[in-house]
């Protein structure tokens, strides 16, 4: 079996920046352990598997796996996705996606870059102090979402810039996404995400970790849309809209890799 592969940066103007995703199209789905396999062996943050959706609802259903666990949501393999299905059509505006856990997603194009469709989810305020531990720092807030979502509020950028987390400790903690934020520098926030838990101890562009931050900031700045930083080692842009239940997440892709994954 010969699977069509591209490789992706998403969030990114250039090369080398953003987060990379992997994008193969499939007939029909193979068993979960072979993409989970084939996942581990991309050994990239996330790979996004589509197959066609017969409904109106949506165009293809989408899934996405971690080298190690298949996750509920991922933001930038989403938009690498909408990137390499709308490329090849320039007539097309818009893609549906269909998700197990996430419900329906949508990429379109806007610009030269296109906007993405979340879900907005809201935290509740709840001490974490087995987290922050493992995290570092001293955030002046913290929060927790059901399902594995942890955010912590720094004073300063330069607090999250300076982070050091405990990975090992991290991972006592399962699946659970860790994010640092505060207030930004050169954009309105700035913020990390720390996954060990899923196989991944830094993620550097998180689409879904600003499904979350969205619903945060806009009740901290005042208004429903600002600039946000990912300050990872690649690093990431991102223009952030709250919508209603919705979070638009605006950036760009670029292509990097494309060929064939060869399944003996």
Not at 7 to 29: C, H, I, K, S, Y
Not at 220 to 247: C, I, N, P
Request: glycine share 10%; with cysteine.
């Amino acid at each position: 079996m010969k699977i069509p592969f591209q490789q992706v940066d998403a969030f990114a103007d250039r090369p080398f920046t953003g987060n990379p995703a992997a994008v193969m199209p499939l007939e029909a789905w193979l068993d979960d352990a072979t993409l989970q396999a084939i996942a581990a062996e991309n050994n990239l943050a996330e790979t996004a598997f589509i197959v066609g959706w017969a409904g109106p609802e949506a165009d293809f259903e989408l899934r996405w796996f971690t080298p190690e666990v298949e996750v509920a949501l991922c933001g930038h393999a989403t938009l690498a996705t909408g990137h390499v299905l709308l490329s090849r059509n320039p007539a097309v505006e818009r893609v549906r996606f269909m998700t197990r856990q996430s419900g329906p997603l949508e990429v379109a194009r806007d610009g030269e870059g296109y906007r993405l469709a979340l879900p907005a989810w809201q935290m509740t305020p709840k001490p974490l102090p087995d987290h922050v531990a493992a995290l570092g720092g001293s955030p002046v807030e913290t929060l927790w979402r059901d399902g594995g979502y942890a955010l912590f509020r720094f004073a300063t950028a330069a607090e999250v810039i300076a982070l050091e987390p405990d990975f090992r400790a991290m991972r006592s903690f399962g699946d659970t996404l860790f994010i640092a934020t505060a207030p930004g520098s050169d954009t309105d926030i700035v913020s990390r995400a720390f996954a060990p838990g899923a196989g991944i101890d830094e993620d550097p562009v998180t689409g879904s970790a600003h499904c979350l931050l969205a619903t945060y900031w806009a009740k901290q700045l005042g208004r429903d849309a600002f600039t946000a930083h990912q300050a990872s080692k690649r690093g990431g842009y991102l223009d952030v809209t709250l919508a209603g239940d919705r979070v638009i997440l605006g950036g760009r892709c670029v292509t990097v890799i494309e060929g064939v994954f060869t399944l003996s």
